[in-house]
């Protein structure tokens, strides 16, 4: 599974510590391994201490998932990395976050891919403990550029909405995301 990354600016709350993003970066989705998890990933700073916040979701029709919070570096002396664990708040509004891929693929065996051109991503949380939002919305143009939108939500999963009709992504559906620009 290919994963790419880049500099963003946006701010994460996690256990009501205020945290700056420097990076975001996620998976392509494209490891066949039933148990590869699909990884969105902050990296995040706080004075000269470098941080991650980890959301890992799975394919559509698997209800795992899972988040994580790591102590990365820092900027001034050397710090082994710790992690600390699911992180019980998690805080950001509407964080838009750059297009790692140009354009998400709908997968599935026998049948052919479908392409959507990714034109925007959002991160929203809102999350205690086990309930509020958690998740990412990708806003899209289907080949015809009619508007669609693909998100990733702790309540949901995986669901694709096209022409106004929403709905969940199955097995053997895949989520996969093609190289980029």
Same mark, same amino acid.
């Given at each position: ?58 394919? %559509?029709? =698997? !209800?795992?998932?899972?988040? #994580?919070?790591?102590?990365? $570096?820092?900027?001034?002396? @050397? ?63 289907? %080949?015809? =550029? !009619?508007?669609?939108?693909? #998100?990733?939500?702790?309540? $949901?999963?995986?669901?694709? @909405? ?20």
């Amino acid at each position: 599974m290919a994963y790419r990354e880049t500099f963003t600016k946006g701010a994460l709350t996690v256990d009501a510590e205020a945290y700056d993003v420097d990076l975001f970066g996620m998976d392509d989705g494209q490891n066949p391994d039933p148990d590869a998890t699909f990884r969105f990933l902050f990296q995040l700073g706080q004075g000269f201490m470098i941080y991650r916040y980890v959301l890992c979701a799975m394919q %559509p029709g =698997d !209800a795992r998932w899972f988040h #994580t919070f790591w102590t990365k $570096d820092c900027a001034v002396f @050397e710090v082994d990395e710790e992690e600390h664990g699911p992180p019980a708040r998690v805080r950001a509004t509407g964080m838009k976050l750059p297009r790692l891929y140009e354009t998400f693929r709908l997968a599935a065996p026998g049948a052919p891919p479908r392409d959507f051109m990714v034109l925007s991503l959002t991160f929203e949380a809102d999350f205690d403990g086990d309930a509020g939002p958690l998740g990412v919305r990708f806003e899209l143009a289907d %080949p015809h =550029d !009619a508007p669609a939108a693909l #998100t990733w939500s702790v309540a $949901d999963r995986w669901q694709l @909405e096209e022409g106004g009709v929403r709905r969940a992504l199955e097995p053997p559906e895949r989520v996969t995301f093609v190289e980029p620009f």
